[in-house]
């Protein structure tokens, strides 16, 4: 009955191992469709910018303050942000036909049936609490961890039962009939009691087999253990790993903002620059560069740092909700 009720438990959990990873990867799509639209929308404009620096330099070599040596470059620039735009969009509908299935709906069809759009980038925050430290008793709820406990307890019933199969199993009853005079004549031939004699005699003669049947489940008792130990160990490393990425992920989020912002209006100042003939082709094509790469800096931290977040849901079993009993964790802004 334990054995039974034990693998019932291991199915329960790995239903819910599939449950989570499946609400994990519908999370981790919508994350990466945000990002590849921010990234399509960047290079949108890196193309539109490029565009407005050619103009500005055909005129200016219609006067005669360029040569064409600078118009050709910037059409080779325009050029190399055109063609980074076609891989974005092939990606970007790839992403939401593995959206469409993953919600159970066929590629193509609105992923919302009211017809809304999924969220942009800019509108996916972090929750208000995440924390940067938890407790143990949290990986109690992930659903390897119960399966591997789940597991331990149906092998540890296995072998009680192995066990118990080796001693002889008699029962008397008042039904049977037949009586005697001392304990030896009880199996004496034609004593019904002597049929009892194959259910005490039968552990006996298959103690052999029935040795290595109990033998079998002691070794696959210590497999369970070495299981679960495996399993408890990977779930601190994961948890582990998921709250080093976010810890790094916030410096380097940081840092990108503050480069997106800085290499925007930088780009800014310079085809300003470039309108009062004040700076070189050079200069223009450097300061583009410098802004489209930061904005895809950005875009990738900002991402990770989502990404990571739901990493950080699926090490701790679907939720940052202690076990019964279990103490809370403080959050940390």
Same mark, same amino acid.
Do not use: C
């Given at each position: 009955?334990?054995?039974?009720?034990?693998?019932?438990?291991?199915?329960?959990?790995?239903?819910?191992?599939?449950?989570?990873?499946?609400?994990?990867?519908?999370?981790?799509?919508?994350?990466?469709?945000?990002?590849?639209?921010?990234?399509?929308?960047?290079?949108?404009?890196?193309?539109?910018?490029?565009?407005?620096?050619?103009?500005?330099?055909?005129?200016?070599?219609?006067?005669?303050?360029?040569?064409?040596?600078?118009?050709?470059?910037?059409?080779?620039?325009?050029?190399?942000?055109?063609?980074?735009?076609?891989?974005?969009?092939?990606?970007?509908?790839?992403?939401?036909?593995?959206?469409?299935?993953?919600?159970? #709906?066929?590629?193509?069809?609105?992923?919302?049936?009211?017809?809304?759009?999924?969220?942009?980038?800019?509108?996916?925050?972090?929750?208000?609490?995440?924390?940067?430290?938890?407790?143990?008793?949290?990986?109690?709820?992930?659903?390897?961890?119960?399966?591997?406990?789940?597991?331990?307890?149906?092998?540890?019933?296995?072998?009680?039962?192995?066990?118990?199969?080796?001693?002889?199993?008699?029962?008397?009853?008042?039904?049977?009939?037949?009586?005697?005079?001392?304990?030896?004549?009880?199996?004496?031939?034609?004593?019904?009691?002597?049929?009892?004699?194959?259910?005490?005699?039968?552990?006996?003669?298959?103690?052999?087999?029935?040795?290595?049947?109990?033998?079998?489940?002691?070794?696959?008792?210590?497999?369970?253990?070495?299981?679960?130990?495996?399993?408890?160990?990977?779930?601190?490393?994961?948890?582990?790993?998921?709250?080093?990425?976010?810890?790094?992920?916030?410096?380097?989020?940081?840092?990108?903002?503050?480069?997106?912002?800085?290499?925007?209006?930088?780009?800014?100042?310079? #085809?300003?620059?470039?309108?009062?003939?004040?700076?070189?082709?050079?200069?223009?094509?450097?300061?583009?560069?410098?802004?489209?790469?930061?904005?895809?800096?950005?875009?990738?931290? #900002?991402?990770?740092?989502?990404?990571?977040?739901?990493?950080?849901?699926?090490?701790?079993?679907?939720?940052?909700?202690?076990?019964?009993?279990?103490?809370?964790?403080?959050?940390?802004?």
């Amino acid at each position: 009955m334990r054995s039974a009720k034990a693998a019932a438990a291991v199915a329960a959990a790995q239903a819910e191992a599939m449950r989570s990873m499946v609400a994990a990867n519908v999370v981790l799509a919508v994350i990466q469709n945000a990002a590849l639209d921010a990234e399509i929308a960047a290079n949108s404009d890196a193309i539109a910018s490029n565009r407005q620096v050619l103009d500005l330099l055909r005129q200016r070599e219609k006067l005669g303050a360029v040569g064409r040596s600078d118009v050709a470059a910037q059409e080779a620039a325009l050029a190399a942000v055109e063609g980074t735009l076609p891989p974005l969009v092939r990606a970007s509908a790839a992403n939401q036909a593995a959206l469409s299935i993953l919600i159970g #709906k066929a590629p193509g069809m609105p992923v919302f049936d009211s017809g809304g759009a999924l969220p942009a980038l800019e509108d996916l925050t972090l929750p208000a609490d995440l924390p940067m430290a938890l407790p143990a008793d949290l990986l109690k709820t992930r659903p390897d961890v119960a399966a591997a406990a789940a597991t331990l307890e149906g092998a540890a019933a296995d072998v009680k039962v192995a066990m118990a199969a080796r001693l002889p199993q008699l029962t008397l009853s008042a039904t049977a009939g037949g009586t005697a005079e001392d304990f030896g004549r009880m199996f004496a031939d034609g004593n019904p009691f002597w049929q009892l004699l194959g259910g005490l005699a039968a552990p006996i003669f298959h103690g052999g087999s029935l040795k290595r049947q109990q033998q079998a489940a002691e070794h696959a008792l210590d497999a369970a253990k070495a299981g679960y130990r495996g399993t408890a160990l990977q779930a601190f490393a994961d948890v582990s790993n998921a709250l080093t990425a976010l810890s790094a992920d916030a410096t380097a989020l940081s840092i990108a903002e503050r480069g997106d912002a800085a290499a925007s209006a930088s780009f800014g100042f310079v #085809k300003r620059q470039l309108q009062l003939g004040g700076v070189g082709t050079l200069q223009v094509l450097n300061a583009s560069a410098v802004a489209q790469t930061a904005r895809a800096q950005y875009v990738a931290a #900002k991402a990770a740092r989502l990404s990571d977040t739901v990493g950080l849901y699926v090490a701790l079993g679907g939720g940052l909700q202690a076990p019964q009993g279990a103490a809370q964790a403080t959050p940390k802004p």
